[in-house]
């Protein structure tokens, strides 16, 4: 059985501290609230893609289980329970889980929120068609041992869901001075420079963790619409990655 060698207690700690906020979209979180349409963009068409399911269905997603992994208050993971699917979200931060689940009631949503690790759920022997790892990558202790945790708990023809930060000069002065320091939307010190991980480097710990990644995308934010949009190109600070477990 593996052990929870990838949860990083300091970074838990952060988030666990933030956790009543989740739904103020004014919050600690506003940048999520900004960023989601953006993310659910890419993940609808991507799992529609890979799975050959209609957007325009009622529920598109029916019949798959997804687990949303650093599930927070369940930002992404209520939108796609009203898409149909069967979903799981976990978090190694207990406040989270409360949080979540009140609010999926309040929503009359069945949502299966869990305080538990990847590696303890890929111990467990629990497989998903779709793992949602937003925003998580770049938390956690070691991200090749945790990549290998998400591999393991996808089905073969599974589709994985991976954004982080890149590392650059323009992602320190965005994510950490601009967001941290100036706007004060996150407190100083949620994010570290130093774990961020570029895209060539994501690939490669994605591809030694034995998936298969086939896309990529940067997520660009407007500071003048105030608004994120998916880029081909420019993935240069915020970028969101597809990949397959072939085997």
């Known amino acids: 059985m593996q052990s929870e ?14 956790a009543a906020e989740w739904w103020d979209p004014s919050g600690k979180f506003k940048p999520l609230h900004d960023m989601n349409p953006c993310r659910l963009d890419y993940i609808t068409s991507q799992i529609a893609a890979e799975f050959g399911r209609n957007l325009a269905d009622e529920v598109p997603f029916k019949g798959l289980r997804l687990l949303d992994i650093g599930c927070g208050g369940g930002l992404l993971s209520e939108p796609m329970a009203r898409l149909g699917a069967e979903v799981i979200g976990a978090d190694a931060a207990a406040g ?24 303890s759920l890929a111990a467990a022997g629990e497989r998903f068609d779709v793992v949602l790892n937003m ?19 996808l089905k073969p023809g599974g589709l994985m869901i991976c954004s982080t930060l890149n590392r650059n000069a323009k992602s320190f002065a965005m994510a950490i001075v ?21 895209p060539d480097e994501l690939y ?9 990644p086939v896309d990529r995308k940067g997520m660009v934010f407007n500071p003048v619409a105030w608004s994120w949009r998916l880029s081909d190109r420019d993935l240069s600070v915020n970028y969101v990655t597809a990949s397959v477990r072939r085997d």
């Open 204 to 212: 490669d710990l994605i591809r030694r963790a034995g998936l298969d």
């Open 135 to 153: 925003e998580v990558v770049e938390h956690v202790s070691d991200p090749l041992a945790y990549l290998s945790a998400c591999h393991d708990l």
């Open 96 to 119: 989270n889980i409360p949080v979540a689940q009140i609010h999926a009631e309040q929503t009359g949503l069945d949502i299966d929120y869990r305080n538990v690790t990847a590696e």
């Open 178 to 198: 601009g967001a941290e320091w100036v706007m004060r939307w996150l407190p100083k010190g949620t994010h570290e420079w130093n774990k961020f991980i570029t």
């Open 5 to 18: 060698t990838t949860v990083d207690a300091a970074e838990v700690a952060k988030f666990e501290a933030m």
